[in-house]
């Protein structure tokens, strides 16, 4: 069994959905919690970050940490084409030293 | 200002061959990471350096050897490449070991033939 598992698509919605992505992991050690966006042929870029469990909010994005379920979702609510990319979950035990990646999902986000 | 760069952008050798990644950071971090990213877009931690000093070795070969002259710079060296090299290797890098917020350089695509 991985130690984060990720849906990798692909997922397509039309423009103004919202749009659920969503981990899961094993490791009860993980407590830095990340999502990363990755657009076609660019490296990935951090997206949000969150410390243990709750949600947090940024603009039209919402990250949520369920520690007890070992789960962790980002919310894109009023999608637009220009969120079309892989979105990639991360998470570690120690901070930066030895961070997972999940394998990304692939979204899409017709006009 | 690029963050990370990473040079060349693309890289198509023949199997057997030697070739060399070249990453820099203008961040001022401490810690720097060259990643590999496979055509199921998973990507995998090779090494990490912090302050020039090797602090993760993950699971490669030992044909891979990582090079850091000076902490805003990490190179990558690949010895008698095969075809499963193949992939998209990223440089990133963070304030320090313990910071989780990794900045990305654009990658670099090698395909071996």
């Known amino acids: 069994q991985k130690e984060v598992e990720q849906d990798p698509g692909p997922l397509s919605v039309p423009e103004g959905a919202i749009v659920s992505l969503n981990c899961t992991y094993s490791?009860?050690?993980?407590?830095?919690f990340m999502w990363y966006r990755q657009y076609s042929r660019k490296g990935p870029e951090l997206l949000m970050y969150?410390?243990?469990?709750g949600n947090k909010e940024d603009g039209r994005f919402t990250a949520q940490v369920d520690k007890s379920s070992k789960y962790i979702s980002l919310f894109i609510r009023d999608s637009q084409p220009s969120d079309s990319a892989t979105y990639l979950c991360?998470?570690?035990?120690?901070?930066?030293?030895?961070?997972?990646f999940g394998a990304g999902t692939r979204l899409f986000v017709k006009a | 200002d690029t963050a990370v760069s990473q040079t060349p952008k693309y890289l198509v050798t023949q199997m057997g061959n030697d070739k060399s990644i070249k990453c820099e950071q203008n961040?001022?971090?401490?810690?720097m990471y060259w990643y590999k990213q496979d055509s199921k877009k998973f990507l995998k931690i090779m090494f990490s350096?912090?302050?020039?000093?090797?602090?993760i070795n993950e699971t490669v070969p030992n044909r891979f050897s990582p090079k850091s002259p000076d902490k805003a710079h990490l190179n990558l060296h690949i010895n008698s490449l095969e075809l499963g090299d193949s992939a998209v290797y990223f440089c990133?890098?963070?304030?320090?070991?313990?910071?989780?917020?990794?900045?990305f350089g654009p990658g670099t695509r090698l395909t071996v033939l």
């Open positions: 990133a890098s963070s304030q320090d070991s313990r910071e989780d917020t990794q900045y």
């Open positions: 961040l001022g971090h401490d810690t």
């Open positions: 991360a998470m570690s035990a120690f901070g930066g030293f030895k961070t997972i």
């Open positions: 350096y912090n302050n020039k000093e090797l602090i």
């Open positions: 490791n009860s050690a993980f407590q830095y």
């Open positions: 969150t410390y243990s469990s």
